[in-house]
């Protein structure tokens, strides 16, 4: 099962040594999981042109490639553009497309010739069985490792929804990952910037191992109320092991109650 975590956005080497040497840390604790580092080295679409954005490309993947060096954990981020695939590629283990540019044919294409794992956010706007649309693309550009990341649903303004049955529909053609920490976001509900329900991402984390996903995506930050981007939906760092744990005991009994 993956667990991929990170802040959102590199703010400094600071906070992403100090979320990725954790995170290092609960790999040992446990092997069962595959941990994956995500931390993005620019977000394009944030609400206000004012907004951080993170320190760009080059400088970006210098932090990730140091990470992936002195760690040794997996990484990925996501592109924007077609021009940014090949330089991450030659950095990251899984290629992040985000949402808003889940339809974008070029950018699924390019990414899967790279022959990296491609991770692909299931657009708000998209029904579960659309996403194997985007399952084609992969395939025919030469994907043969790919999984599309439920981040739930628009529905209404400013809210997400997750319909829990797209889970098991999405696992019909593809491997599946939930998005706990974007699926509690409220979009633009801040008006110049998104804001979120935190208190609801470890519930939503219970239900979705509970439904059965191949890995749970989740942002986490030392200091989320002080964070440059997407505070108020991220986990604090502090409750990861216990996260974790959760994770670990329910799909010991879901396995459990399938044996017996």
């Not at 394009?44 to 490639?65: D, F, H, T, V």
């Not at 110049?192 to 996903?213: H, K, M, N, T, Y």
Request: charged share 25%; hydrophobic share 40%; glycine share 6%.
């Amino acid at each position: 099962m993956l667990i991929i975590a990170g802040p959102c956005v590199i703010e400094n080497e600071r906070v992403v040594f100090q979320v990725a040497e954790e995170l290092k840390r609960l790999s040992e604790l446990y092997p069962e999981f595959s941990f994956v580092f995500k931390s993005s080295f620019d977000k394009a679409n944030r609400s206000s042109i004012k907004s951080y954005r993170g320190p760009g490309l080059e400088k970006g993947l210098k932090i990730l490639q140091r990470v992936k060096e002195e760690l040794g954990l997996k990484i990925t981020t996501d592109v924007h553009e077609t021009w940014q695939v090949q330089p991450v590629a030659e950095v990251v283990d899984i290629i992040q497309i985000p949402a808003f540019l889940s339809r974008q044919t070029d950018l699924l294409v390019k990414s899967a010739q790279t022959g990296k794992p491609v991770n692909v956010k299931k657009g708000q706007f998209l029904a579960p069985w659309d996403a194997k649309n985007i399952v084609e693309k992969l395939k025919y550009a030469g994907a043969v490792d790919y999984y599309i990341t439920e981040r739930g649903t628009s529905f209404g303004y400013n809210n997400l929804v997750v319909d829990f049955r797209s889970l098991v529909i999405m696992s019909e053609f593809t491997k599946v990952i939930f998005d706990a920490t974007h699926s509690v976001q409220l979009p633009g509900g801040a008006g110049d910037r998104s804001s979120g329900q935190r208190e609801f991402v470890i519930p939503l984390i219970r239900a979705a191992v509970a439904v059965g996903c191949d890995g749970i995506f989740m942002e986490t930050h030392p200091d989320p109320d002080n964070a440059l981007s997407d505070g108020p939906n991220m986990l604090p760092l502090s409750a990861l092991q216990t996260v974790l744990e959760t994770i670990q005991r329910i799909r010991s009994a879901v396995s459990s109650s399938a044996t017996g």
